[in-house]
């Protein structure tokens, strides 16, 4: 056989080996699709209202000492603990929120904001809660210089800045859900607030009179939680009717804010 000859057939070969070694594997499978959000049908939902109690003598609030930093006391008013804010029996500073009950849906994050303010050397408010995946701005109004530090908390990112007298807002957007997440100031170490990142636009914060409501649920029966920063957390199963409102009440004890 010539060259020419020997090298024609060899690269036959090689086409053909090629040819044949063609790959019977599946192609590889691209990323889930996204789960549509779901939507509010508000012509059928409804809501759910109560009240959180407290049973018994609360602690009493203490009086904070601010005098480390004069500026504190510029914005005027008296600077109490808010472990136990009690009016008439009834607790505030309490989350609500279901975490049972909606099945596979997901709702999308809302793009507005929540504010968490530093002003009077004390986070305002005291409890908040956001979505997953919604904005909170920490905003500095005091003449003062002030640090907001959050810890890692299921698979949320450590925050640690330091914000400039009256100036500046900081953005951050937190993922997962977690409750009772604290934000302090390495500046003045009796601030303190609490973070409730929810996995559903379906939860409150109770008020100084302990009432909250939570709406446009879609009828159904749900697992409703309460969690407050010292007293822990209590659930109860409530049921929902369209265009109906269901009421739930908790009760925190004395007794167990005493650490009995």
Same mark, same amino acid.
């Given at each position: 056989? @010539?060259? &020419?000859?020997?090298?024609? /057939?060899?690269?036959?070969?090689? %086409?053909?080996? !090629?040819?044949?070694? +063609?790959?019977n594997s599946p192609t590889a499978a691209g990323p889930e699709p996204a789960a549509p959000t779901a939507t509010i049908d508000m012509s059928t939902a409804g809501m759910v209202s109560g009240t959180i109690h407290f049973a018994g003598t609360p602690p009493q609030r203490v009086e904070i000492d601010m005098g480390q930093d004069p500026a504190c006391g510029l914005t005027g008013g008296t600077n109490l603990s808010e472990q136990y804010v009690v009016h008439n029996?009834?607790?505030? #500073? %309490? =989350? !609500?929120?279901? @975490?049972?009950?909606?099945? #596979?849906? %997901? &709702? $999308?994050?809302?793009? #507005?904001a929540i504010n968490l303010d530093q002003k009077g050397c004390r986070y305002t408010p005291h409890v908040i809660g956001v979505m997953a995946g919604q904005p909170v701005e920490f905003t500095n109004s005091d003449p003062t210089m002030h640090n907001v530090h959050t810890t890692p908390d299921n698979g949320n990112p450590e925050v640690n800045i330091s914000q400039p007298p009256k100036a500046g807002t900081t953005r951050q957007v937190f993922t997962h859900p977690a409750t009772m997440l604290a934000v302090h100031c390495a500046n003045h170490p009796w601030m303190q607030a609490f973070l409730n990142i929810a996995s559903s636009p379906f939860y409150a914060v109770s008020d100084t009179n302990g009432h909250f409501e939570i709406r446009g649920l879609p009828p159904g029966t749900y697992t409703l939680t309460a969690v407050h920063e010292e007293?822990? @957390?209590?659930?109860? *199963? /409530? @049921? /929902? *009717?369209? +265009?109906?409102?269901?009421?739930?009440? =908790?009760? =925190?004890? $004395?007794?167990?804010? $005493?650490?009995?």
């Open positions: 056989m @010539t060259g &020419y000859r020997a090298l024609l /057939v060899l690269g036959s070969a090689i %086409v053909i080996g !090629v040819t044949g070694c +063609k790959s029996g009834r607790l505030a #500073n %309490v =989350f !609500v929120s279901i @975490t049972g009950g909606l099945g #596979n849906k %997901v &709702y $999308a994050a809302p793009a #507005n007293l822990g @957390t209590q659930t109860a *199963q /409530v @049921t /929902v *009717q369209s +265009k109906q409102t269901a009421a739930a009440d =908790f009760s =925190f004890s $004395a007794a167990r804010a $005493a650490g009995q």
